[in-house]
């Protein structure tokens, strides 16, 4: 720990409690933007929902004041890039949240949003509508401190910024591994010198600070089709081969500490009296380092190499990749401001692993100091069961505003980039 910048310090007491009073004040504008997000079918696949929640974001981020660009896509949604200009000289900072949940259409208006006893339920409400709307206020709040007119009204948002720049991304396809999205956040990434994923925080309030790996591999066993009654002795069938490459996949999990091997979708042939031609599996490859995650793919593709049934072969395809977020030096850091200052809002705050994978893992892996788990509290994301913790969300939207412009100030992260671009 640096004696002369200690976490946090740099945040006095009165900007910190008026930082927590102006989220405060805007948590029911909070709570209404979070029904509307929620209240829209924007699954990853849904471009004009994903492209509708987009729209929306981008329009809060042009009221604050930032640059929009949209990165237009033919088939899944616009990414929204949101370019906020501030103090020169300062740091470079990049936000990211994403607008796709992984609920086909149809779910919005089966399941509105409710909130009931303090907690909200909803499509998507924790994964990630509240995380992207805490980074939105988190903005908001830095931008009107010192604005208060004090009488619970606050002038439109012109304050300045920390950063020399504060670049927010709002990704269209994250639940889908980012796949158009990549290409943009690793070019934003590389000009910034820190990373904040707005992704909730675990359920018992933990932020992120590394995330597993993530693999996801297609195989396909190719055979030979025959009628299955009549000549089934000239048949290679592929579901036979699928089937003992299953058991031999699913047997890696425990061969590496932390890996895990699933084979989670799988199909193939046609008919019955068919002996089948070809069959699918998909498979999810997980580890909690790179070296790992290698030698579990080198593992997939040496059993795919072979196969028990003969005259039958596999081919992989790759679908998406993530590299694991590993745990930066830098980034520890960060997660003593966050530490800092979340003890004096009142709550304790720790940092953790854990087995999904997002953006962040794109942003460490580029070995840009990232922390995630910023959003607020909650819990059984990607089910019907996905809920919020209401009271959460002014603690961690002030904690994210405080963590933002703790960094901003912090003249050890100031010189991580000696040479700017």
């Known amino acids: 720990m640096d ?51 987009g729209s929306w974001t981008a329009g809060f981020l042009e009221r604050l004041g930032a640059q929009v660009e949209i990165h ?43 909130i009931d006893a303090g907690i909200a339920r909803g499509p998507g409400v924790t994964d990630m509508k509240s995380g992207l709307l805490a980074g939105l206020y988190a903005i908001l709040a830095l931008l009107s401190l010192g604005e208060g007119d004090g009488e619970g009204e606050r002038a ?33 990434a590389l000009a910034s010198d820190v990373c904040f994923v707005l992704e909730c925080a675990r359920a018992n309030g933990d932020i992120v600070s590394a995330r ?53 979708v799988v199909h193939g042939g046609s008919r019955p009296n068919v002996v089948a031609e070809e069959a699918v599996l998909e498979v999810d490859l997980r580890a909690p380092s790179r070296e790992l995650l290698e030698a579990a793919e080198a593992a997939v593709r040496a059993l795919a190499a072979t196969t028990v049934v003969a005259d039958t072969h596999v081919t992989i395809e790759e679908t998406a990749r993530h590299w694991p977020m590993e745990r ?10 966050a530490q800092a200052l979340a003890g004096r809002l009142g709550f304790a705050l720790a940092d953790t692993a854990t087995g999904g994978a997002s953006d962040a893992n794109t942003t460490a892996g580029l070995g840009v100091p990232t922390l995630d788990g910023l959003g607020p509290i909650g819990g059984n994301d990607h089910s019907s069961d996905e809920y919020l913790e209401v009271d959460s969300i002014v603690p961690r939207t002030t904690l994210l505003a405080g963590l933002l412009l703790a960094v901003g100030r912090d003249p050890l992260v100031g010189s991580w980039r000696p040479h700017r671009a």
């Open 3 to 53: 004696a002369l910048h200690p976490p946090g310090a740099a945040v006095s007491p009165d900007e910190l409690e008026e930082l927590e009073e102006i989220v405060q004040d805007e948590l029911p504008a909070f709570l209404e933007d979070l029904a509307t997000l929620v209240n829209v079918d924007c699954g990853s696949y849904t471009k004009a929902g994903v492209d509708q929640v």
């Open 72 to 114: 237009a896509h033919s088939v899944l949604g616009n990414t929204v890039v949101g370019t906020f200009s501030g103090r020169p000289g300062g740091p470079r900072a990049l936000l990211i949240g994403h607008l796709d949940t992984v609920f086909p259409e149809g779910t919005a208006a089966a399941r509105p949003l409710r």
């Open 156 to 188: 439109a948002a012109t304050g300045e910024l920390p950063f020399e720049r504060l670049v927010f991304v709002a990704n269209p396809d994250e639940e889908i591994g980012s796949v158009s999205s990549t290409a943009t956040i690793r070019e934003l």
């Open 212 to 264: 597993k790996g993530s693999l996801d591999l297609r195989l396909t066993i190719h055979g030979r089709a025959a009628h299955a009654g009549v000549e089934p002795e000239k048949g290679r069938n592929a579901i036979l081969a699928a089937a003992h490459q299953v058991i031999e996949l699913q047997a890696l999990n425990g061969r590496w500490p932390g890996v895990t091997v699933n084979v989670g």
């Open 328 to 337: 930066l030096e830098r980034s520890g850091r960060l997660v003593l401001h």
